[in-house]
């Protein structure tokens, strides 16, 4: 009879093998991604955000300092308050590290 390459499952000592161990590692490692990936995409959605406050901060004073209409200023005034409207909610929402 051939003897496997591959360890079995148990050896004679009634220990797990090498292959349990790497499966129970393999599956820490898959739930801690998984864990951290709501957390990064998270942070990659407030930094989205504060970009986007940025640049409607900045397209505002500019369109002020053009002479634009008033009619886009209040649009981009709008935007903006919308905006840091959904900034402020989600940091309200999130825990504070202190807790």
Known sequence: ???SAWPTAMDQTGHCGWRVGLATLLLTVGMARAQAAPDAATAAHDRALAR???RLQQ???E???RGEPPARLKALARQFQHTQRRW???QQAEPSADD
């Open 1 to 3: 009879m051939q003897r």
């Open 52 to 54: 986007h406050l940025l």
């Open 59 to 61: 397209a505002r004073f």
């Open 63 to 65: 369109a002020q300092n």
């Open 88 to 90: 402020r909610q989600r």
